[in-house]
């Protein structure tokens, strides 16, 4: 079974600082991660993902997230802060076999002050 | 490239009735997957279709709901004799299956209220 716990439902931070949203993940399996961003009555958009290869991914936005097997993470990050950046944020994984199916976790709200 | 597209984008709805929401996919995309969002939380698996094959159904999928992709492009999802506990958002991903790794993009959504 899989599962995605992200720890903080909400986190504030101000315009300019770093931003650190933490995911954990559990799976029986090697798992394929992504982070998704969902802005007010919008679908979900992907921000990046983790399948193989290198363990630190970028994505779009200035993003980026680390794989740790060892710790069952991939915490997103972002060195400075955009008010734009103020969404929902998602963190998924699904398994390495046929169904694609993605397990979310809870979300994050990110408030960003200016 | 238009994206995964669906319509309504809201849907009001009294308690009893049937509603029913479509989904277009990215054209080419082989799987189509339908989520269900409660507000507050991150979206759950509903089912999924690869082409016109219904390949699994979530245990949340109760015998109300009914999807189908008939000719492989798009889809529908049906819900009959609503209850309030229906109302959530209805996310509708699309994805190409084949050497590369399966990347789901999502449409705007459906915003189901049964009152």
């Known amino acids: 079974a899989q599962s995605v716990t992200q720890l903080g439902s909400h986190v504030s931070v101000s315009e300019g600082a770093l931003v650190l949203l933490r995911c954990n993940y559990s799976?029986?399996?090697?798992?394929?991660l992504f982070w998704y961003v969902q802005y007010p009555n919008q679908g979900l958009q992907l921000l990046l993902k983790?399948?193989?290869?290198?363990?630190l991914v970028k994505g779009i936005n200035g993003f980026e997230a680390e794989f740790k097997k060892s710790e069952t993470s991939f915490h997103l990050t972002k060195p400075s802060a955009h008010m734009s950046d103020a969404a929902e944020y998602f963190c998924a994984v699904s398994g390495k076999s046929n169904t694609g199916k993605l397990i979310f976790g809870q979300g994050t709200t990110l408030q960003v002050k200016p | 490239d238009t994206g995964v597209s669906q319509d309504p984008r809201h849907k009001i709805t009294k308690r009893g009735q049937n509603v029913t929401f479509r989904c277009d996919p990215i054209s080419e995309h082989n799987r189509l997957y339908w989520y269900r969002q409660t507000l507050g939380q991150g979206p759950e698996f509903l089912t999924y279709f690869q082409n016109e094959a219904q390949l699994e159904k979530s245990r949340l999928l109760s015998d109300r709901f009914s999807a189908e992709r008939p000719k492989g492009s798009f889809s529908t999802l049906e819900i009959q004799r609503t209850e309030q506990g229906d109302s959530a958002m209805y996310l509708c991903a699309s994805s190409l299956v084949g050497l590369a790794e399966e990347t789901q993009y999502f449409g705007p959504g459906t915003r189901l209220l049964v009152l």
């Open positions: 983790y399948t193989t290869g290198a363990t």
């Open positions: 799976s029986s399996v090697p798992p394929y």
